[in-house]
């Protein structure tokens, strides 16, 4: 990198370079990140796709670059992630938001405006809120929502409430540090959504590098077979439902049989339904409390 850089030039070339290095999306990775340098969006870098490129942004730029190659993930890089039409700051203390979640949204708003239309307001708890990304787009969607959302991690929790307070929703969502249900014992809910940790022990080292080495293990850690949580929510949740509540886990690919049938076993749910993502895998079990 010592010639006279244009933006389209250094595009191309580091392109070409993460391709080499194994990078899933080198084009788009390489574009947001020098969007990201240039402090403009994708569609200026296409208008000044001639622009020269100066020595301290192109400095800057090869440190990120170096950065990526190695396996760290764009979001952590950038520090953040779109949710939800949402901009959701991200860091190393909780897990990257990705798009397969927005369906808990898509499903949680369907069913308040369905089973909750005449209520003055809901409660939703969002269980193991991580960036605050569920809790921010309900908040978002829904007017009358009065959110909890809980966290183990101390790290985690701030980093929700530095979200929160950007969109200006604190006084929406009560963030708590603790554990599922937020020490909560007596207040009940119409909804609880969570994305709990799922990936079996054993398979951990099987992640790809950017998920394994960077993302909070902890946050994905789901036990010896991955439904240690969900052995825990499903049951647990029903004292924490109004009549009528809902509960909707997002969960792996291949576990829908499984926490379907955890749900069943409690016998305190009904119309329970697994439901696909946008790539027709399924991804989210709900129920109803009877």
């Given at each position: 990198?010592?010639?006279?850089?244009?933006?389209?030039?250094?595009?191309?070339?580091?392109?070409?370079?993460?391709?080499?290095?194994?990078?899933?999306?080198?084009?788009?990775?390489?574009?947001?990140?020098?969007?990201?340098?240039?402090?403009?969006?994708?569609?200026?870098?296409?208008?000044?796709?001639?622009?020269?490129?100066?020595?301290?942004?192109?400095?800057?730029?090869?440190?990120?670059?170096?950065?990526?190659?190695?396996?760290?993930?764009?979001?952590?890089?950038?520090?953040?992630?779109?949710?939800?039409?949402?901009?959701?700051?991200?860091?190393?203390?909780?897990?990257?938001?990705?798009?397969?979640?927005?369906?808990?949204?898509?499903?949680?708003?369907?069913?308040?405006?369905?089973?909750?239309a005449k209520e003055e307001f809901v409660e939703i708890l969002d269980m193991g809120t991580g960036s605050g990304a569920?809790?921010?787009?309900?908040?978002?969607?829904?007017?009358?929502?009065?959110?909890?959302?809980?966290?183990?991690?101390?790290?985690?929790?701030?980093?929700?409430e530095k979200n929160i307070e950007a969109h200006a929703l604190s006084s929406n969502i009560t963030v708590l540090e603790?554990?599922?249900?937020?020490?909560?014992?007596?207040?009940?809910?119409?909804?609880?959504?969570?994305?709990?940790?799922?990936?079996?022990?054993?398979?951990?080292?099987?992640?790809?590098?950017?998920?394994?080495?960077?993302?909070?293990?902890?946050?994905?850690?789901?036990?010896?077979?991955?439904?240690?949580?969900?052995?825990?929510?499903?049951?647990?949740?029903?004292?924490?439902?109004?009549?009528?509540?809902?509960?909707?886990?997002?969960?792996?690919?291949?576990?829908?049989?499984?926490?379907?049938?955890?749900?069943?076993?409690?016998?305190?749910?009904?119309?329970?339904?697994?439901?696909?993502?946008?790539?027709?895998?399924?991804?989210?079990?709900?129920?109803?409390?009877?």
């Amino acid at each position: 990198m010592t010639a006279n850089w244009t933006i389209l030039k250094l595009i191309r070339w580091t392109s070409d370079y993460f391709a080499g290095k194994g990078v899933g999306t080198p084009r788009l990775d390489a574009e947001l990140l020098l969007a990201h340098v240039l402090e403009m969006d994708r569609t200026h870098l296409y208008m000044n796709f001639d622009k020269p490129v100066l020595k301290t942004e192109l400095s800057a730029f090869k440190e990120l670059v170096k950065r990526r190659a190695k396996g760290e993930p764009l979001q952590y890089i950038t520090g953040c992630q779109e949710f939800w039409s949402v901009k959701i700051m991200v860091d190393p203390s909780v897990l990257i938001p990705r798009p397969d979640t927005e369906l808990l949204v898509e499903e949680g708003i369907r069913e308040i405006n369905k089973s909750f239309a005449k209520e003055e307001f809901v409660e939703i708890l969002d269980m193991g809120t991580g960036s605050g990304a569920l809790a921010i787009a309900f908040a978002a969607e829904l007017k009358k929502a009065r959110i909890t959302a809980v966290d183990k991690s101390k790290k985690a929790v701030m980093t929700a409430e530095k979200n929160i307070e950007a969109h200006a929703l604190s006084s929406n969502i009560t963030v708590l540090e603790g554990d599922l249900f937020g020490g909560q014992a007596d207040k009940t809910f119409h909804l609880i959504v969570s994305n709990p940790p799922y990936i079996p022990t054993g398979k951990l080292d099987d992640l790809q590098t950017e998920i394994k080495d960077y993302e909070p293990l902890s946050a994905l850690d789901g036990g010896e077979d991955g439904l240690d949580y969900y052995r825990i929510i499903v049951p647990d949740s029903r004292g924490h439902l109004k009549s009528g509540g809902w509960l909707m886990v997002e969960h792996g690919e291949g576990q829908s049989e499984e926490v379907r049938d955890i749900f069943k076993k409690t016998g305190y749910y009904e119309s329970i339904e697994a439901l696909k993502d946008l790539s027709g895998i399924y991804r989210v079990v709900k129920g109803r409390s009877v």
